[in-house]
């Protein structure tokens, strides 16, 4: 019996789908493989975080170029409590995406920490710093927010959103003193180098079936933090109920 068009072209794009998923997921493998250990070094106690907290405010009370608005905050109870957040802002945006959301989390009684992302936060909107962003100070960013939050709660979540929310997830990777990552419609996508030409949809289908498998079995494999998608895909809304529930 003859295969329609029809049926050729579904066969042809289930076939593309299952080699661009396969290739994500040998791609993930490498990537988790080839990373270096990060250098961690966490605050022992309350004091030693806020003093590092305080150098970060130094720093960026000497930026004249920053908005005053966008400087990095932390709401702190005085002490180290049970619970610690981490909010990392999106892309262009800054501290002042969580003007409502941290204080719930304070009232709960967290100490939370919003850090500025790496040039982020300008007072300039027309600035192009934006382009000259480099993964690698991301990752530091991770890093240092990590190690201050050690010091400022027992149970240590790291929440964010768009680029914050890749963020998150490297966290996931690379910092097993993190008790929950959630990644907030974070950023991923197939690598140039791949080999691999897919449309948007077809990205979008392949991350929705396969991307899940490819996490867990590379990058959260039991010793490491609770992972939390707690959406795929940004709708301009927060669920705060739900997010309070972390």
Not at 132 to 141: G, H, P, S
Not at 162 to 172: E, P, R
Request: net charge negative; aromatic share 6%.
């Amino acid at each position: 019996m003859p295969i329609s068009s029809k049926l050729k072209g579904i066969l042809l794009a289930s076939a593309i789908l299952a080699c661009a998923a396969l290739v994500l997921k040998v791609s993930l493998r490498a990537s988790v493989d080839e990373q270096e250990p990060n250098r961690s070094d966490p605050a022992v106690d309350y004091e030693a975080a806020l003093a590092r907290f305080e150098q970060i405010q130094a720093r960026e009370a000497a930026m004249d170029e920053l908005n005053p608005i966008c400087l990095s905050k932390l709401l702190t109870h005085g002490q180290k409590t049970e619970h610690a957040i981490i909010l990392m802002h999106g892309m262009t945006n800054c501290p002042e995406q969580f003007r409502e959301l941290a204080p719930m989390f304070y009232e709960r009684g967290y100490n939370v920490l919003i850090p500025r992302m790496p040039g982020n936060g300008l007072a300039d909107p027309e600035t192009t710093t934006l382009k000259d962003v480099t993964a690698e100070q991301l990752c530091d960013c991770c890093t240092d927010m990590v190690d201050i939050a050690r010091g400022l709660g027992g149970h240590v979540t790291f929440l964010g959103i768009s680029v914050g929310g890749t963020m998150a997830a490297w966290v996931a990777l690379h910092r097993p003193d993190v008790d929950l990552a959630v990644p907030i419609a974070p950023v991923f996508s197939l690598g140039r180098n791949m080999g691999v030409r897919v449309s948007r949809r077809d990205v979008r289908v392949t991350l929705d079936a396969q991307y899940h498998d490819a996490v867990d079995s590379a990058l959260f494999r039991g010793d490491g933090p609770q992972l939390s998608w707690f959406c795929h895909a940004w709708t301009g809304t927060i669920d705060a109920p739900g997010l309070l529930r972390l």
